[in-house]
């Protein structure tokens, strides 16, 4: 999509309780440095977020610090004639790039920084999405979970797309990463998930969570043998993630969704 018809599609689709728009160029290596810097203007002027791949995967850095490798054989004349490796890292690439630094964006993946990168991921305010199910799906080394939460670098999570992942399943996503990061716990892990990730999109605009004036937004799941359940927080909340039912209701904007077109769940054949 060229940047002409992203911004007539956000003319012709604005805001609503349903969807808010944000913008990502996709990749350092993928998106013109004035793409990026025009996205994250944008997102600047109008109150958004914007985010970008970066860091994913070996062959990236491969990329960006010798222009050869698998991704090069890869992507072939896409990179254009004229396209050239910054001999930077990934994260030093993207810092090069001349985007509103009041604005900082989300970092999708970030699997593989240097420890230089961790802190300047911190100084420069960025955010992580990590996908747990994707990350599990292509067999990823650990996931750097406590470097960026040991600076104070929020992480998120998402699901990626199923070209990537079994199923498009925010409660798997909280699971595996509880699974493959047991010390973080189910209740961080759930807020990653929704309200702090809710919260930075937001910028602190609006109320999230179970507060007025927050966008009633709810999954709403039935424990089987419940009654009269009670005990810890993370016990309760152990016992959600690791129930197979689907849940019970879905509201959006304090509406129900019908049960047909309740979002549960997308998944892969």
Not at 85 to 113: D, K
Not at 147 to 155: A, K, N
Request: aromatic letters at 8%.
């Amino acid at each position: 999509m060229s940047w002409r018809a992203a911004r007539r599609s956000w003319s012709e689709h604005p805001d609503s309780d349903r969807l808010i728009a944000h913008v990502s160029p996709h990749a350092p290596y993928s998106a013109h440095p004035r793409l990026i810097v025009k996205a994250a203007k944008w997102a600047y002027r109008h109150g958004k977020r914007w985010g970008i791949h970066l860091a994913e995967t070996v062959e990236e850095l491969d990329l960006l610090a010798t222009g050869g490798g698998p991704m090069r054989d890869f992507l072939g004349d896409f990179l254009g004639r004229n396209w050239r490796p910054s001999r930077l890292v990934a994260l030093e690439h993207l810092a090069q790039i001349s985007w509103p630094r009041a604005c900082p964006p989300l970092l999708f993946h970030a699997n593989h920084l240097t420890a230089r990168e961790f802190d300047l991921a911190a100084r420069l305010g960025v955010a992580v999405v990590h996908c747990p199910g994707s990350h599990r799906y292509y067999g990823r080394t650990t996931f750097p979970l406590a470097e960026f939460l040991s600076r104070g670098i929020p992480v998120f999570l998402g699901t990626d797309s199923l070209a990537s992942n079994q199923r498009l399943d925010m409660r798997r996503e909280v699971r595996l990463l509880v699974e493959m990061h047991p010390e973080v716990g189910c209740e961080a892990a759930l807020r990653m998930a929704g309200r702090d990730a809710a919260a930075w999109l937001s910028g602190a605009a609006a109320p999230v969570g179970l507060t007025p004036g927050a966008p009633a937004d709810l999954w709403w799941w039935r424990l089987p043998q419940s009654r009269g359940l009670a005990g810890p927080t993370e016990a309760l909340l152990e016992r959600l993630l690791s129930t197979s039912e689907a849940s019970s209701e879905v509201w959006i904007a304090g509406q129900a969704v019908p049960a047909r077109r309740n979002l549960n769940l997308y998944s892969s054949p």
